[in-house]
């Protein structure tokens, strides 16, 4: 099976303060894995991809295969970093996560 | 680059009542998608399709039809519409994996209302 897990649904953070969403995966090959970002009413669009490596906005995340995770981490959390946000596994089809909305209080 | 185009942008319907939510990428993408997205769900997806010609059933197919008309375009058929199908749907499109970049691009939503 293959599958993607964000266990939390939504979160709250204090602006300044570090982020991390979790997401966890299920695949039996080589995943290719994602965040998808959806700001209010807004179409997704990607925010970065873990072939890459790359810092999108100040967001990193880590494929760790030991522990089958791709935590998305933000150092300082900033205001416009509200959103929601998806963790995605494109195997023969796209798999995403329930998702999880961010809240950075100001 | 439009990139994935969904129309109509916001429907209302009546129950029973039937309609069609187009989608078009002008990226040459051989992958298509519908997903709905639902509050606390996330997103599911309903149909997809992986090249011109071929369309599969996604997780919450039921209550849907959809035509992959040519490389371009893949709808989706509502025949008798319920309630529960209000609902947010995205149209996304990809290369296909093993096809070049895996990234799906997503359209704007269609936000369907069945009253």
């Known amino acids: 099976a293959q599958r993607v897990t964000q266990p939390e649904k939504l979160l709250s953070v204090f602006k300044g303060a570090p982020v991390e969403l979790k997401c966890n995966y299920s695949y039996s090959g080589s995943p290719e894995l994602f965040w998808y970002v959806q700001y209010s009413r807004q179409r997704l669009q990607l925010l970065l991809r873990h072939i890459s490596r790359e810092s999108i906005k100040g967001f990193t995340a880590d494929l760790n295969k030991g522990e089958t995770s791709f935590h998305l981490k933000k150092p300082f959390a900033q205001e416009e970093d509200s959103a929601m946000y998806y963790c995605a596994l494109a195997g023969n089809q796209f798999y995403f996560g329930t998702g999880t909305s961010l809240t950075v209080i100001p | 680059n439009a990139g994935v185009t969904q129309t109509p942008k916001f429907q209302v319907l009546k129950t029973g009542q039937s309609m069609t939510l187009q989608c078009a990428q002008d990226?040459?993408?051989?992958?298509m998608y519908w997903y709905r997205q639902d509050p606390g769900m996330g997103l599911r997806l309903i149909y997809y399709s992986a090249s011109e010609g071929t369309t599969d059933k996604g997780e919450v197919p039921n209550g849907y039809n959809v035509s992959r008309l040519n490389k371009r375009e893949f709808s989706l058929r509502l025949e008798s519409a319920a309630p529960s199908q209000t609902s947010v749907y995205f149209c996304?499109?990809?290369?296909?994996?093993?096809?070049?970049?895996?990234?799906?691009?997503f359209g704007q939503g269609t936000r369907l209302t069945v009253v």
């Open positions: 996304a499109s990809s290369e296909g994996r093993g096809r070049g970049p895996a990234e799906a691009f």
């Open positions: 990226m040459n993408h051989n992958s």
